[in-house]
């Protein structure tokens, strides 16, 4: 016999001191019972015996838990965009060199202004797929030129010392 007391005493078979009884019984016993029961199991919680709201609730938080927690084992591609500029091509510029010769150098900018056709953007953009790979970062250099050579380099990149040593010189 089974024996199972966390339910109400009506439906289940309770021990009651030495013998069992079931269903109908007299009322003093039946609150004997009860009291028997609560006094074994008052520190014991039931799943059954929460409110069916907050048994939801806890459900949604297990899960929400659960789905969250396997985030970092999908894995993210980094997506770089843009031109990857080299600090050794950076050094190679100096004052005076065309365009033809910057493009060797250092590639076809990714944005040539269409209004002025004399400043070359060149920008690299990394997005981290994951977090622990590193932060997201952006770089970025503007060549202005002036008659098809260049005049100034602004940006992100530390040019050479000799970058104000023309080439022809």
């Given at each position: 016999?089974?024996?199972?007391?966390?339910?109400?005493?009506?439906?289940?078979?309770?021990?009651?001191?030495?013998?069992?009884?079931?269903?109908?019984?007299?009322?003093?016993?039946?609150?004997?019972?009860?009291?028997?029961?609560?006094?074994?199991?008052?520190?014991?919680?039931?799943?059954?015996?929460?409110?069916?709201?907050?048994?939801?609730?806890?459900?949604?938080?297990?899960?929400?838990?659960?789905?969250?927690?396997?985030?970092?084992?999908?894995?993210?591609?980094?997506?770089?965009?843009?031109?990857?500029?080299?600090?050794?091509?950076?050094?190679?510029?100096?004052?005076?060199?065309?365009?033809?010769?910057?493009?060797?150098?250092?590639?076809?900018?990714?944005?040539?202004?269409?209004?002025?056709?004399?400043?070359?953007?060149?920008?690299?953009?990394?997005?981290?797929?994951?977090?622990?790979?590193?932060?997201?970062?952006?770089?970025?250099?503007?060549?202005?030129?002036?008659?098809?050579?260049?005049?100034s380099v602004e940006g992100?990149?530390?040019?050479?010392?000799?970058?104000?040593?023309?080439?022809?010189?």
């Amino acid at each position: 016999m089974r024996e199972n007391y966390g339910k109400a005493p009506n439906r289940t078979k309770l021990k009651l001191i030495g013998h069992t009884c079931q269903g109908s019984m007299p009322t003093r016993v039946k609150n004997e019972a009860v009291y028997l029961l609560y006094r074994q199991n008052k520190d014991k919680y039931y799943w059954n015996d929460l409110p069916m709201k907050l048994q939801h609730l806890l459900m949604i938080l297990g899960l929400t838990f659960c789905s969250t927690a396997c985030t970092n084992w999908i894995y993210r591609i980094d997506v770089p965009q843009g031109n990857f500029l080299d600090e050794r091509d950076v050094e190679k510029l100096r004052v005076g060199m065309s365009k033809e010769q910057v493009i060797y150098v250092l590639g076809n900018p990714v944005v040539q202004d269409t209004f002025d056709s004399d400043t070359w953007y060149y920008v690299y953009d990394m997005k981290r797929g994951m977090a622990k790979r590193g932060p997201d970062f952006r770089k970025q250099m503007i060549i202005n030129f002036e008659n098809n050579k260049i005049v100034s380099v602004e940006g992100d990149f530390e040019l050479s010392e000799e970058f104000n040593i023309p080439l022809d010189s």
